[in-house]
């Protein structure tokens, strides 16, 4: 399989700089299986796509203010943060990567430095002084929201992007990334899913940055994807398996976990650990019955994984009718429902 049976040409007007408000005013295309048709929808009809009895799954993850601006001596330095590697220990990308060393300090402000422990290409391990909660309160204080590279606008700080990039279900600190899929949803919306007889469970899976890598190869079986932490709860386990209807995953990155921490059998058990599942098509779905997931880029893997759910000439139908009617892409764009081919 190769990368290029999976890009589209994609007009940059339709890649979204801002969120709507109200989040749930976005649209919806819902994309049904087999051949029936699609219909334009809105974020706020999807309670009527969901049946009584479903599970709909949702990522608590929060995002962390990952994208810091600081000085080795006299030198810029920005690093993003993208994976928690222990205590106070993170992998970044560093820009310009060149400019640093092991042993070298980068200092954020005058209480708040890291320390280089070493750097591969554009990648540096950097340990913060201090326990996490200084880490934590540090980036609070300094940090900005790592918006991804297709946002070409400055995060807002401490003003739209904190909230704007953080999902209603945020609980659990470590992405550095949202799971864009639940920026839709506002309280409102969460109460008219439980009224229509539908679970909401939380699983966790930290988003990290090089969900935005690029796919550097051709040939796609030579593609490493990047790795994940993730946890399935017991009591969402349990949930899960008792239900009556479908298992509806609220975006890639729930579907993801599921499907790592699913057995052959198509039953969850607690789990925890690091992701590196990669969906292609001809992948066999164990628990997911229907997703909802934003428009994602072409040549991308998350574009690779929705058409490998609902069928890659179906996907490239869909995905050509939301640029007809233009839809917004990307991560504060509009979304999809899709059931499963």
């Known amino acids: 399989m190769q990368l290029s049976d999976f890009d589209f040409d994609l007009p940059d007007r339709l890649i979204a700089q801002h969120p709507v408000d109200p989040r749930d005013s976005a649209r919806l295309l819902h994309v049904p299986a087999g051949d029936a048709p699609f219909a334009d929808l809105g974020v706020r009809d999807l309670p009527m796509l969901l049946q009584p009895g479903d599970v709909l799954v949702v990522n608590d993850t929060r995002v962390i203010p990952a994208r810091l601006t600081g000085r080795r001596g006299d030198a810029k330095v920005e690093v993003t943060l993208h994976k928690r590697l222990g205590p106070s220990r993170w992998a970044a990308f560093a820009r310009p990567a060149r400019r640093l060393r092991p042993g070298d300090e980068v200092r954020f402000a005058d209480d708040f430095a890291a320390t280089v422990e070493s750097r591969?290409?554009?990648?540096?391990?950097?340990?913060?002084?201090?326990?996490?909660?200084?880490?934590?309160?540090?980036?609070?204080?300094?940090?900005?929201?790592?918006?991804?590279?297709?946002?070409?606008?400055?995060?807002?700080?401490d003003t739209e992007d904190r909230d704007s990039y953080q999902t209603v279900f945020a609980a659990r600190d470590g992405a550095v990334a949202a799971p864009t899929?639940?920026?839709?949803?506002?309280?409102?919306?969460?109460?008219?899913?439980?009224?229509?007889?539908?679970?909401?469970?939380?699983?966790?899976?930290?988003?990290?940055?090089?969900?935005?890598?690029?796919?550097?190869?051709?040939?796609?079986?030579?593609?490493?994807?990047?790795?994940?932490?993730?946890?399935?709860?017991?009591?969402?386990?349990?949930?899960?398996?008792?239900?009556?209807?479908?298992?509806?995953?609220?975006?890639?990155?729930?579907?993801?976990?599921?499907?790592?921490?699913?057995?052959?059998?198509?039953?969850?058990?607690?789990?925890?650990?690091?992701?590196?599942?990669?969906?292609?098509?001809?992948?066999?779905?164990?628990?997911?019955?229907?997703?909802?997931?934003?428009?994602?880029?072409?040549?991308?893997?998350?574009?690779?994984?929705?058409?490998?759910?609902?069928?890659?000439?179906?996907?490239?139908?869909?995905?050509?009718?939301?640029?007809?009617?233009?839809?917004?892409?990307?991560?504060?764009?509009?979304?999809?429902?899709?059931?499963?081919?």
């Open 120 to 157: 591969d290409g554009a990648q540096a391990v950097l340990r913060f002084a201090g326990g996490d909660a200084d880490l934590a309160a540090g980036l609070e204080k300094h940090g900005v929201m790592p918006l991804p590279p297709y946002i070409k606008r400055p995060a807002d700080g």
């Open 181 to 341: 899929a639940s920026l839709h949803f506002t309280p409102r919306l969460v109460q008219a899913i439980r009224a229509r007889g539908v679970e909401i469970v939380a699983v966790t899976l930290h988003v990290g940055a090089g969900t935005f890598l690029p796919v550097k190869v051709e040939d796609l079986s030579q593609h490493v994807m990047h790795s994940e932490w993730g946890q399935v709860s017991a009591q969402t386990a349990q949930r899960i398996n008792a239900r009556q209807g479908r298992v509806v995953a609220a975006g890639t990155t729930a579907l993801r976990l599921l499907e790592s921490a699913v057995d052959a059998n198509g039953r969850l058990a607690p789990w925890a650990g690091e992701t590196d599942l990669f969906i292609l098509p001809g992948y066999r779905f164990r628990l997911v019955d229907a997703l909802l997931t934003n428009f994602h880029l072409p040549r991308s893997t998350l574009f690779m994984l929705v058409s490998a759910f609902s069928g890659t000439d179906r996907m490239r139908a869909a995905y050509a009718h939301a640029i007809r009617r233009e839809y917004r892409f990307f991560s504060y764009g509009d979304a999809g429902f899709l059931e499963r081919a």
